[in-house]
């Protein structure tokens, strides 16, 4: 069993900076990847920021403005220069080996979202 918790975001003025974490923990588990997602009201799912490594990739939207960052099992999204725009249910993504009785299976999990709000 893995869970991801998500903490930061809220409400901020545009212009404005926030900061998400997401950390992972239950079973043992190697990390493919993780990233953060996105979602307004009505529609899909979009990818914001992932990080496999060192290696990042983040959507051109947010590019020079979003930093994804990870520290061992935990993932943040710094979010600097916010806009309306922006405003979204944030998800963290976790692709992950689970290791369960010596066998190592693979599945993504999600976090349970967190509100941000940027108002102008």
Request: with cysteine; charged share 20%; net charge positive.
């Amino acid at each position: 069993q893995v869970q991801l918790m998500e903490s930061g975001g809220g409400s901020v003025q545009a212009g404005g900076s926030l900061r998400l974490s997401c950390a992972a923990s239950g079973s043992s588990f190697s990390i493919n990847n993780m990233g953060w997602f996105r979602q307004a009201p009505g529609k899909q799912r979009e990818l914001v920021a992932s990080i496999i490594g060192r290696r990042t990739n983040d959507a051109d939207s947010v590019k020079g403005r979003f930093t994804i960052s990870r520290d061992k099992n935990t993932v943040y999204l710094q979010m600097n220069s916010l806009n309306p725009e922006d405003t979204d249910v944030y998800y963290c993504y976790a692709d992950l080996d689970v290791i369960y009785k010596g066998k190592s299976n693979r599945h993504g999990y999600w976090g349970q979202g967190n509100q941000v709000t940027v108002s102008s």
